[in-house]
């Protein structure tokens, strides 16, 4: 009764905008790690985590209390962009772990609560820092819902209505290996993308101006858990540093140890310019930054503010998630995990031929759902199937296992556990979703 009546009343407030409360209606009143209780009294293993926010799961033991004596030391909890202790620590705790030449030497700048604007932050600094106001993005991209942040994505409606086409953005075939864009394969077409970009900077009839930066996601998350080759990665920091141009990574999902690497960048051994961090970094609470190299700082007072700058709470829980995915090894604990999740959904992919690719890494997972009967095209790839994958989602959550859907057609599955799952709760999303894909196949 409780439900219905918080979704219902939901539904007459809230915008129609709104997207999880509809696909997981589920009304969560308590949760602990991996497990969430509804307002039903149902209880959900929860494969989204705050979409990658909850590195440690829902209130961690350690995180709680640091919270709980923030509270009662009578610390503020909204400074601006003032310095307190607490954000002296967190930066402390950051800097030691950002990568590469970034570490203990990078610039932060502090950004309003999420992702999109830390997103809008390290774009207008290229600008500022180059003189440049182009920007190269890639096919796929997901980077946020502000203007700035939209216009380099992907998807055509977080592009429309027009204002965020006003950013000269060149787009770029993301090496995706299941649906290449070249129809080659994910290695060979990230060679030909690295080359695309070479002759746009070298080639003076390319048309295409030298830019402020180039923007990235190593995996793509929304875009459908698309991992770009390493040797792709590589190439790509080698042109944009020998052209002058900036190395942006949006790490907002994939930083903290979500992929099996505390950064996704450092797999390849590249380091960028500018790197965008939220989500997991704030320790389930709201924060959003850019570390960038310190050269790069020519911005003036006040060049790029924001209200929510300073949230203490924020500062205490992140530094406490970054401490302790590093000293209880989560990430190596993520890398281990996500293989052996894999490899159970490939078992399950032999039987049930929906399961097109499964991919990802570390505990950023995703499944292609196909149309096993469809016209494969000249990879052997197959036609994606949404209504499956809608059918798939539900059934998912009527067997107590909360996912999501993302890529072309919202037609990849998408498992982003916290770092903390246990093998037995593992083992458990292996048979809920195994269950759910027979259920939906009987019913078709």
Not at 104 to 117: E, Q, V, W
Not at 118 to 141: D, M, N, P, W
Not at 170 to 187: D, N, Q, W
Not at 286 to 302: F, H, K, M
């Amino acid at each position: 009764m409780l439900r219905a009546q918080l979704l219902e009343r939901q539904a007459l407030r809230e915008s129609s905008a709104r997207t999880y409360a509809r696909t997981l209606p589920v009304a969560p009143v308590g949760a602990a790690g991996a497990v969430v209780t509804g307002a039903d009294g149902r209880t959900y293993l929860d494969c989204l985590s705050g979409a990658g926010t909850l590195a440690l799961g829902h209130n961690p033991p350690e995180v709680v209390e640091a919270l709980q004596a923030a509270l009662a030391s009578g610390a503020p909890l909204h400074t601006l962009d003032m310095i307190t202790p607490q954000k002296d620590a967190f930066s402390e705790e950051l800097l030691a772990c950002l990568p590469g030449t970034l570490r203990d030497a990078a610039r932060l700048h502090f950004c309003s609560p999420a992702g999109t604007d830390a997103v809008e932050a390290a774009l207008k600094l290229a600008q500022h820092a180059t003189g440049r106001h182009g920007i190269v993005a890639f096919t796929g991209a997901y980077h946020g819902m502000t203007l700035g942040a939209s216009a380099v994505s992907g998807p055509a409606r977080m592009r429309t209505p027009g204002p965020a086409d006003s950013l000269p953005v060149t787009r770029l075939p993301y090496p995706y290996g299941y649906r290449c864009p070249f129809g080659v394969g994910a290695e060979q077409a990230g060679e030909f993308t690295a080359r695309l970009l070479e002759s746009f900077l070298t080639d003076p009839s390319s048309g295409v101006g030298t830019p402020a930066a180039v923007i990235l996601e190593v995996v793509q998350g929304e875009g459908g858990v698309i991992e770009g080759p390493d040797h792709w990665l590589r190439e790509i920091r080698r042109i944009t540093a020998e052209h002058g141009v900036l190395l942006i990574i949006d790490e907002v999902q994939t930083g903290i140890g979500r992929t099996g690497h505390f950064w996704a960048c450092e797999r390849a051994g590249v380091t960028p310019d500018i790197l965008v961090t939220s989500k997991a970094v704030g320790g389930g609470l709201p924060l959003a930054l850019i570390a960038y190299r310190p050269d790069l700082d020519v911005w003036e007072p006040g060049d790029h503010t924001g209200t929510f700058r300073g949230n203490t709470l924020a500062m205490v829980a992140g530094r406490i998630t970054l401490r302790t995915v590093a000293e209880q090894h989560l990430t190596e604990r993520a890398e281990k995990l996500g293989e052996r999740i894999r490899h159970g959904l490939d078992e399950i992919a032999l039987e049930h031929p929906v399961f097109g690719e499964v991919r990802g890494r570390g505990l950023m997972i995703g499944i292609e759902i196909v149309d096993p009967d469809g016209p494969p095209d000249r990879l052997g790839s197959l036609p994606a199937d949404p209504r499956f994958a809608r059918a798939l989602r539900a059934a998912c959550l009527d067997n107590g296992l909360m996912l999501e859907l993302g890529g072309r057609e919202d037609t990849v599955v998408r498992l982003l556990p916290p770092l903390v799952l246990t093998d037995d709760q593992a083992d458990a999303v292996l048979e809920r979703l195994g269950a759910a894909v027979e259920t939906v196949e009987r019913a078709a």
